[in-house]
């Protein structure tokens, strides 16, 4: 069974600033897909970041960052420079045939 | 499509009715899925076709539930009998193939239940 643990239900964070949203899995599977979706209050599911379990370097896209750590099991997100738009919540995600979520972590961003 | 299309957007029903909801997929995409989101948490895996056959339905929570995709495009969900716990967002994605590669999911606005 896959299980996704996010611990931090909420965060503030200063306009301009980083935050590290965190994340763990445990699964038994060998190949299997991370992601990171963010819901603002529209409720609209928007698509982040992907890492694949055999990926060597962290993904990376725009100010989006993925710390991949196998061995421990955890898939951090770095949202680098916040903006206020980036307040909304944010998912974890991993995938090997369906795609199980956290909990969620809700970020708010202070100007 | 351009994107994955739910209708209705919104529905209200009493307790003990019958209820449909509808997913329209982006064309091509062979994988779909449905999950249903209750307020402040995450998405809940309810299952998963790929092509015109369900792969996983292990998040269906009761015989109440059902879901079919005939011509591997559209699919329905349908709920009997409904109850008040099953007021929530009920979310539809898709993918280009499902398995564990960097097949992003595409979710549509979601159909929000209620049951009075």
């Known amino acids: 069974a896959q299980k996704i643990t996010q611990t931090q239900p909420g965060m503030f964070v200063q306009e301009k600033e980083a935050v590290t949203l965190d994340c763990t899995y445990d699964?038994?599977?060998?190949?299997?897909?991370l992601f990171w979706y963010k819901q603002p209050s529209s409720g609209e599911m928007i698509f982040l970041i992907y890492q694949g379990s055999y990926d060597e370097q962290n993904a990376t896209e725009g100010r989006y960052s993925l710390n991949f750590q196998k061995a421990r099991k955890s898939a951090n997100l770095v949202i680098s420079a916040s903006q206020l738009g980036d307040s909304a919540m944010y998912f974890c995600?991993?995938?090997?045939?369906?795609?199980?979520f956290g909990a969620g972590t809700t970020v708010t961003v202070r100007a | 499509g351009a994107g994955v299309s739910q209708t209705p957007s919104n529905k209200v029903t009493e307790k003990g009715k019958y209820v449909e909801l509808r997913c329209d997929p982006i064309s091509g995409h062979t994988a779909l899925y449905w999950y249903r989101q209750s307020l402040g948490q995450g998405p809940e895996f309810l299952i998963y076709f790929q092509g015109t056959g369900a792969a996983d339905d292990s998040g269906l929570p009761n015989d109440r539930f059902f879901a079919v995709r005939p011509e591997g495009s559209v699919s329905t969900l349908k709920i009997q009998r409904t109850e008040r716990g099953d007021s929530a967002v009920y979310l539809c994605?898709?993918?280009?193939?499902?398995?564990?590669?960097?097949?992003?999911?595409?979710f549509g606005a979601g159909s929000r239940l209620t049951v009075l």
């Open positions: 995600a991993m995938r090997h045939c369906k795609l199980s």
């Open positions: 699964t038994s599977d060998q190949s299997y897909g």
């Open positions: 994605a898709s993918s280009w193939k499902g398995g564990p590669g960097a097949n992003v999911l595409t």
